[in-house]
């Protein structure tokens, strides 16, 4: 009974995934986040969906998507059908569609369909996913 009392809780491991196809943005946001979340175990970035999808076993604390992944690989999926996927193996995922769409319905199903938060990529936006990061982290 008292051995519960006294075990240490293990610290959750904080991991950031970047889904991202535009690697200078990807890597800006990564440095971004270094600087500002020192104690991060992990930032791993992806250039399209399938790759993250690979990793989820390594349960992130927040992904980062943008939604056109198509730069560097034509056939790649959207982000939307990706957040589509992540959230039917894992339904808590944090989840911040960081991305230009304007497009008012993949912006609608990601807040109301999929529980995700939408950014969208402007010069306030590395500051708007710190402020949501903390959220997750806290």
Do not use: W
């Amino acid at each position: 009974m008292f051995s519960k009392i006294f075990e240490k809780e293990e610290p959750r491991v904080k991991t950031i995934f970047i889904v991202e196809d535009n690697e200078v943005y990807a890597k800006s946001l990564e440095g971004f986040l270094t600087t500002r979340f020192p104690d991060i175990h992990s930032i791993k970035i992806f250039p399209f969906g399938e790759a993250c999808l690979m990793e989820l076993y390594q349960n992130p604390t927040v992904i980062i998507m943008d939604h056109l992944l198509n730069s560097q690989n034509s056939e790649a999926a959207t982000g939307l059908s990706i957040i589509k996927k992540i959230k039917t193996a894992s339904p808590d995922s944090n989840i911040i569609l960081l991305s230009n769409q304007n497009e008012f319905d993949v912006i609608s199903k990601t807040i109301s369909k999929y529980g995700c938060t939408y950014l969208q990529k402007d010069e306030q936006s590395f500051n708007k996913v710190e402020q949501l990061v903390k959220k997750f982290f806290a």
